[in-house]
């Protein structure tokens, strides 16, 4: 390791980093500004200049930016300087010539980069007495507010919306000495990752909007570590309260899964906990009009429950400590998977391809660096929008690795290397049913039906070895193009292979993994992603249970069952005749969930069910990550518990016995390891609920915590007694221990001198890199000793149009399609309203157009929707809004009859 001498000391250090990075990881307090360890260096704020020198004898020096310096062994630079003090300090000054004196009123205020480098340089009295620039503020949508006053012309915002998110509704503008950072014209940003301006930007220019309408300083939230509720990538969060209420959802760093952003139904999909629609007490049914508290409903369940015939109904949106305490409750035999039997099969394919061993599950940040990407009948953009920005940064970045090599440059030369590759890629090849937001950065770009997406990916499989199957009754030009593409693979080093669930087709799963185990040598162990429905898929499917196809059998077989349904809205995962069919057919029906639906609407007991931020649980993402995501606040509210102390209650019920003491979700988890060997380790996921250093627990509550006592000042002028955290280590106090906590436990950043987000690095190992201590999350799957593979044979027919028939497959909509993320008013005013769309042939054929009505006749019910003609879709095909609100559950990947509405319909 190179050693670099910084004000005379040595200090062994990193090679390949700037000084900007190696100095920040050895913990000394630079100001910068522009530079971001996603985003690279470009020198453009010159904040962060020091003196370096030629050699120890060197008394003169010069003044560089350190953020474009090398580190190079032998190295003499000073950070404390008099002249670059001064340098610094007056970068700061010019900057504040033209920035208002605003921050009592800024969001940011408080938690600011700017105002933590304005005091780090010393920077403390404004001698600019005119007057100052000003700028119009764009409405930039109802996400992000804009102050355009408040800019230092950093470049952050569009290095990070164009280069990294690949946005183009937003850029800079300049004319003489006015720079201008925001659209053409006011308009809604278009990219589902705008969000993060918010935490990019290190002054207020970029704030979260939705946080303005019940605004609340950082500091003066109670926070906890969490996990998003969105989708099965499992982004890690941190989720602020106040006054009991959820005020903000902020990014929580983590190297392996989510780095430091988050995409906008991530950060902004949190008003369903403050929802009207929540359900707030126990109900009865037979006891209409009647309030019912939580000792009437314990005598209902115990005079009940013992003479009840249970089965339960499982969630994929319920934590796994749910899940299993059900499982308990109604016995192993008894216990179905609250899905329906396509998608259950298809999950459990998934597990069998992940549980082998054969290829490698991969996380986020080793999608980031593939060297060629394989996207097969997976719409990511909508379905898993992180893992399509992994996949933008792999493509990036494969092409600037490339070009650094060439030059002899550092990778973090971000400018330089851009210029240089210009609009050179990395290979992805995009294979899918329609148009992604992803194909302007695809190397081969193709469209078709999803059998023969499948069919395309089991010739690629075959080119790449022969002894995968051979797709049979190909032409010439269809051998060409998996030649052309196994070819393309077959050079990468690091491959991986990207598939799904949402064209609802088993062959396309099958043909992932031939593809992924076909490229695997004796150096190379290529990568496989498979993008699940909802956060807990995965961990719901690997308990092994039948679908709830088999419960509603089972419903019709035998009479007087009462089922438990947890957390699981039944009329969004099967169509509405399955769901009336086994609802009808139960003699009782107990509903936990923290939202009224249809299905809480039939339930004969309805009780209450705390959300993400009210309670503890663990989930299981995509690639087979536990993760634990803890209780925020407790709620005013006290029926608002976790749906699994409800059930244990229930249990102990049931068997007429109560030990009377806590139940850690620990307790629960170690159980599940010893009922289900494949969650081993899972219990090891969070710190023990009595964990604690030298007797101190972790605060949720910075230091600069105000008004505890004030705040409750209407009841009593006493300051109430903290409220008890049994399940955790967190303390829902400021008091506690001030170092940082284990990575899992991290409930905010701050340092001190560093307020804004900024602070992260000092719980990381170096600036962009893992936490100390290791990202949080055990993994499920694990890579085996190569064996002999055993490839699929069953390859489907060759995709043909029958007549008058269309295959129905769905489309998600990234803002819309969330059960839960619908709840926030600004996701539900971008969300688009349900259509159907098809082929350009098959407008002609049905004689419609844009905006027309078509009939859908699915399983002998008629769907009216809005038809949407689109270029990129093969004849044959129809694609149907899926998840949206008021849009119809419907048989994915059957043939349907659609017909033209008459006239006047």
Known sequence: MPVIFIDKKPYEVKAGKNLLEASLALGFDLPYFCWHPSLGSVGACRQCAVKVFRDENDTTGRLVMSCMEGVKDGLHFSINDKTAKAFREQIIEWLMTNHPHDCPVCDEGGSCHLQDMTVMTGHDYRRYEYKKRTYHNQYLGPLIHHEMNRCIQCYRCVRYYRDYAGGDDLNVFAAHNHVYFGREKDGVLQSPFSGNLAEVCPTGVFTDKTLKEHYTRKWDLTMAPSVCQHCSVGCNTIAGERYGKLRAILNRYNGEVNGSFLCDRGRFGYEFVNSENRVQQPLIRHRPGEAVNELDLMRYMEASLPHSKLIGIGSPRASMESNFALRQLV??????EGIGEDEAYLTRKVINVLASGSVHSVSLKEIEQADAILILGEDIWNTAPMMALAVRQAVIKTAAREGAEKLGLPVWQDAAIKEFVQDEKGLLVSVTVSASSLDDITTHKIHAAPDDIARLGFAIAHELNPSAQRVPDTDTEFRTQARTLAKALDKAKRPVIISGLSSYNESIIKAAFDIAASLNTSTIKAGIAYVLPECNSMGLAMMEAPSFDHAVTRVKRETGITAVIVENDLYRHMPS???????????????????????????????????????????VNYEGRGQRFYQVFVPPNPFFKESWKWLIEMQLLKLQTSNGHNHPPEELLEKLEAALPQFKGISKVALPHDYSVHGERIPREPHRYSGRTSMLADISVSEPKPMQDNDSP???????YKGNPPSSAIPFFWSPGWNSGQSVMKYQEEPGGALRGGDPGIRMFHDKAEEKITYFKDIPEAFKQRHEKWVLVPQYHVLGSGELSIYTKAIEELSPQPFVAISADDAVELNVKNGDMLKLFVDDKMHVLPVKVQGDIVNGVALVSAGLRGAEVMNWGAWVKIEKTNSGL
């Open 331 to 336: 016995g192993a035999n008894n216990f179905y």
């Open 577 to 619: 005749a399955d769901a009336d069919t086994f609802l009808s057919h139960c003699a009782n029906v107990i509903a936990f969930d923290s939202l009224h639906n249809r299905t809480t609407e039939k339930a004969n007991v309805l009780v209450p069910a705390a959300t993400f931020a009210e309670g503890d649980g663990t989930l």
């Open 730 to 736: 967190l303390s829902f106090t400021m008091e506690g």
